[in-house]
């Protein structure tokens, strides 16, 4: 089996149609192999400005929808956008005087307009989190109210939800908490995750050791590079191309089995999507 006998997906990947390089990224995967790609909005105040209001968001979310759009004309298979709210936005709020639990609200606001995008057809999915690095106590609780608030909200319109969060391996407070708001937990997918992970579903940042983890896990996981497409931060992460060139090692070392379960079932157990029926080479 080689790379053209199989899908390629990129769970979770940024383009930016105002300061990136958008469709070139996604025509530079597809060079390579890539067949798939999951759209996140960037956070708003890299893409347009903080967002403290519905039109902002709008304007975000459309954006990334269009993006996603031209990026399926490139693409044998095709993308679509996955749409949230950064959790650091909570940051940015407070700094400039919200109180955590304005900031939550605003946010909430953002996530709930994301559903109506899922309702609408327009997304696939949602995104939401906590904060990756140290905040006080109302801050982290605010989050967590945000995040369980997405758990509702996909719960709601029958979606998955990727998550930003701190890193590490256990997770499975974070899956109660969706399971408790009618979310399954394999619905609920880690973003930026290690080969090992306990509770959500791992989308593993594509490098080979956690990659070589994954495999000998063997359990469920998706693969992705967070490629963020900053000229401003080239060789920040992972490029375009690295799922692609993952995919090959992975095959060249023997694991069909492997590929298959990050680049078609797991897809379709988490999001309902056919990768195979979705590519035409
Ligand atoms: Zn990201």
Same mark, same amino acid.
């Given at each position: 089996m080689d790379i053209d006998d199989t899908p390629v997906l990129d769970n979770h990947l940024h383009l930016d149609p105002v300061n990136g390089r958008n469709v070139e990224a996604a025509e530079e995967f597809a060079d390579h192999g890539?067949?798939?790609?999951?759209?996140? %909005?960037k956070p708003s105040w890299h893409l347009v400005e903080k967002a403290t209001d519905e039109a902002t968001f709008r304007e975000v979310f459309d954006l990334t929808v269009e993006a996603a759009?031209?990026?399926?004309?490139?693409?044998?298979?095709?993308?679509?956008? &996955? +749409?949230?709210?950064?959790?650091? +936005?909570?940051?940015?709020?407070?700094?400039? =005087? /919200?109180?955590?639990?304005?900031?939550?609200d605003i946010m909430q606001t953002g996530l709930d307009m994301a559903a109506e995008y899922v309702a609408d057809g327009e997304a696939l999915a949602m995104k939401s989190g906590r904060p990756h /690095?140290?905040?006080?106590?109302? &801050?982290?609780?605010?989050? %967590?109210?945000?995040?369980?608030? =997405?758990?509702?909200?996909?719960?709601?319109?029958?979606?998955?939800?990727?998550?930003?969060?701190?890193?590490?391996?256990d997770f499975e407070n974070v899956a109660q908490w969706a399971e408790e708001r009618g979310l399954n937990r394999t619905q609920v997918v880690k973003h930026y995750s290690g080969g090992?992970?306990?509770?959500?579903?791992k989308s593993v940042l594509s490098d080979k050791d956690e990659l070589e983890i994954a495999v000998e896990t063997d359990e469920p996981f998706l693969m992705e590079t967070d490629y963020i497409d900053d000229p401003d931060r080239p060789g920040a992460v992972l490029g375009p191309k690295t799922v692609p060139r993952r995919v090959r090692w992975l095959l060249e070392n023997g694991h069909e089995d492997a590929v298959r379960t990050a680049h078609v079932e797991t897809p379709a157990e988490v999001y309902g999507i056919d990768t195979e029926a979705t590519l035409q080479r």
């Open positions: 890539g067949t798939h790609l999951l759209v996140l %909005n759009t031209a990026a399926s004309d490139v693409l044998d298979g095709r993308a679509w956008p &996955v +749409l949230g709210v950064h959790p650091a +936005l909570i940051s940015k709020l407070v700094g400039d =005087g /919200y109180t955590p639990p304005e900031a939550r /690095y140290d905040v006080d106590d109302a &801050v982290w609780e605010a989050s %967590n109210e945000v995040m369980c608030h =997405g758990f509702e909200r996909a719960a709601d319109v029958g979606c998955a939800i990727q998550l930003h969060t701190e890193g590490g391996e090992r992970l306990s509770g959500p579903v």
